[in-house]
Nanobody, 126 residues
């Protein structure tokens, strides 16, 4: 079981930036990617971004393309989400997860393969 711990959230103004971190421990599965999801109040948890375990092939939801950057430091077993140009619609609890990608006809979908942690709260004020 891959154990994940998210950190780095906070309160920022519109246009600001935050960098989220996700620490993983446990066995490494070469067919896993690492992903970020978010859940706003009263809404379902949505996919944000994913990256291969080796740190290659980033993939983004359309809503964050050009603003967010996912990266991975394999030596430190860390996955990061750099978030720029934040707006109030980005307010949510952000979670990381080990994921498996699969084609969905229009691109890729990513199914979580690890238990959800506590997440980290991101609040963007207007």
């Amino acid at each position: 079981q891959v154990q994940l711990v998210e950190s780095g959230g906070g309160l920022v103004q519109t246009g600001g930036s935050l960098r989220l971190s996700c620490a993983d421990s446990g066995r490494t599965y070469s067919n896993y990617a690492m992903g970020w999801f978010r859940q706003a109040p009263g809404k379902e948890r949505d996919f944000v971004a994913a990256i291969a375990w080796t740190g290659e092939r980033p993939y983004y939801a359309d809503s964050v393309k050009g603003r967010f950057t996912i990266s991975r430091d394999t030596a430190k077993s860390m996955t990061y989400l750099q978030m720029n140009s934040l707006n109030p619609e980005d307010t949510a609890i952000y979670y990381c997860a080990a994921v498996l990608p699969a084609p969905n006809g229009t691109g890729l979908s990513f199914s979580p393969q690890s238990s959800w942690g506590q997440g980290t709260q991101v609040t963007v004020s207007s």
